[in-house]
């Protein structure tokens, strides 16, 4: 299995419990590993049989900034869902960090797996 992967990418949303959390924006960082075969780009160079990550990035900033959930697992889960469905994704890691959230720790954030490799 190869992988495309999408590292630090930055998004605001409205997200969290509080009912002060309800009216601000705060900060996420995304990481993906998305499954795919390089070979078979790599055979075409041709963009159309890529894992698009700039597509890919694109649409999820879009979706996260017009997302109010209150639980990072909730972002993560839809968010996951809209990868492998929208770009024919069969497996991937997705890190959701909320780097603001505690402010003695550095990040916190979940991890999830989903679909199958290949
Ligand atoms: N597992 C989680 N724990 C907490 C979350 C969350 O989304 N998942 N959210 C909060 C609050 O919104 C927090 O980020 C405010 O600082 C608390 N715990």
């Known amino acids: ?3 495309v992967y999408i590292t630090g990418l930055q998004a605001e949303a409205v ?3 509080y009912e002060w959390e309800r009216s601000i924006r705060q900060q996420l960082v995304l990481d993906l590993e998305l499954a795919c075969d390089c070979r078979v780009a790599a055979s075409s160079d ?8 700039d597509a890919i990035s694109g649409r999820l900033l879009a979706y996260i900034g017009d997302s109010e959930f209150q639980l990072i697992e909730t972002l993560a889960e839809r968010a996951a869902e809209l990868v492998m469905r929208e770009f024919g994704v069969s497996w991937l890691r997705l890190r959701l960090a909320k780097p603001g959230a505690v402010a003695e720790a550095a990040s916190v954030g979940v991890v999830i797996e989903r679909g199958q490799p290949g």
């Open 1 to 3: 299995m190869d992988i």
């Open 15 to 17: 997200i969290g419990v």
């Open 46 to 53: 041709s963009i159309e049989d890529a894992v698009d990550y």
